[in-house]
């Protein structure tokens, strides 16, 4: 739910942070799992300011720009840098799993857009992404991680969107100190905080503290206004159990009132017994 508001944003930090750890080893073949390269578009063919156009006395278009990171026209091609990706395709988890999929695409082909990615050999490298299926389960996410290392040779890999998916594939990355990206993970040290990784980065936040936003803005609401008694719904697995601990914490330290705390099934689409007893309760917010 909140998480997945990130993904995108996310997405855009994990490429920074890749950028700084990308290294020789990440290279690969294009081949078995879900392989996507993005389109090789690279500020169109050979694109110049029409045939010989100079606007004015020997007028250039700036100072040397470039169109994004990196990017040169007529510079060296290198290898494509293959990075793998542990991704919810199948199973309860695979709504979001696909959003998660399209955001982590969208940024590859917009680096490659722009030329590819220049390493330290000098030259510009397109990034292609190979999707394994976790099939929203925590043990496949480990056998998905070994694949990818092992199978595909691959040593820089991102995350599901999904805690215990995540902390299942790290502890795998840790054994073959591959360098894995988790992009959705708790960080409390009661779940990926806590593993004392090595080989795993971890861009979420808290689960103590994921709250924050929505206390802060019901206070906005002004006195008078301000809900004070709140129902809590999560999902029935340790990533919502978790989640749902750290809102019922806050709640309670604003002296504020649980009237109802409920659990779902994970992948349910229908809340509407949920909503009907927090009427019931007299719930005035829902977190």
Same mark, same amino acid.
């Given at each position: ?19 700084? #750890? ?16 993005? $389109? ?11 045939? !010989? ?7 250039? +278009?700036?100072?040397?720009?470039? +169109? ?23 199973? #309860? =988890? ?46 496949? +996410? ?13 040593? @820089?890999?991102? /995350? ?29 040290? /009661? ?8 080989? /795993? ?11 924050? #936003?929505?206390?802060?803005? +019901? ?6 206004? @301000? ?10 697995? $340790? ?28 992948? =349910? ?5 949920? @909503? ?7 719930? !005035?917010?829902?977190?």
């Amino acid at each position: 739910m909140r998480k997945r508001k990130h993904l995108v944003l996310v997405m855009a930090l994990l490429t920074i942070g890749l950028i700084s #750890v990308l290294f020789a080893a990440a290279c690969g073949e294009e081949e078995p799992a879900t392989t996507t390269a993005a $389109p090789s578009t690279t500020a169109g063919p050979e694109t110049t300011a029409g045939p !010989e156009t100079t606007a004015g006395p020997e007028t250039t +278009a700036g100072p040397e720009t470039t +169109a994004g990171p990196e990017t040169t026209a007529g510079a060296e091609m290198g290898e494509d840098l293959v990075i793998g990706a542990i991704n919810s395709i199948t199973g #309860v =988890n695979a709504l979001t799993g696909a959003e998660q999929k399209w955001a982590q695409e969208k940024a590859a082909e917009d680096i490659n857009a722009k030329g590819g990615i220049k390493l330290a050999d000098g030259k510009m490298h397109k990034v292609v992404l190979k999707f394994m299926d976790d099939k929203s389960s925590d043990t496949e +996410a480990a056998a998905a991680m070994e694949k990818l290392i092992k199978s595909e040779g691959i040593k @820089i890999i991102l /995350s599901s969107n999904t805690t215990p998916y995540n902390q299942a594939a790290a502890t795998v990355a840790e054994q073959y100190q591959a360098f894995f990206m988790a992009n959705t993970s708790w960080t409390d040290e /009661s779940f990926f905080g806590g593993y004392g990784l090595k080989w /795993s980065a971890d861009v979420f936040e808290s689960a103590a503290d994921s709250g924050l #936003v929505a206390m802060g803005a +019901a206070k906005q609401l002004g006195e008078g206004n @301000i809900p004070t008694k709140w129902a809590v719904m999560y999902e029935n697995n $340790p990533d919502g159990i978790g989640w749902g601990d750290g809102q019922k914490a806050l709640i309670a330290k604003e002296g504020w009132e649980i009237v109802a705390d409920e659990k779902f099934v994970e992948g =349910n689409k229908d809340f509407s017994s949920m @909503i009907l007893k927090f009427k019931e309760a007299g719930a !005035e917010a829902l977190d």
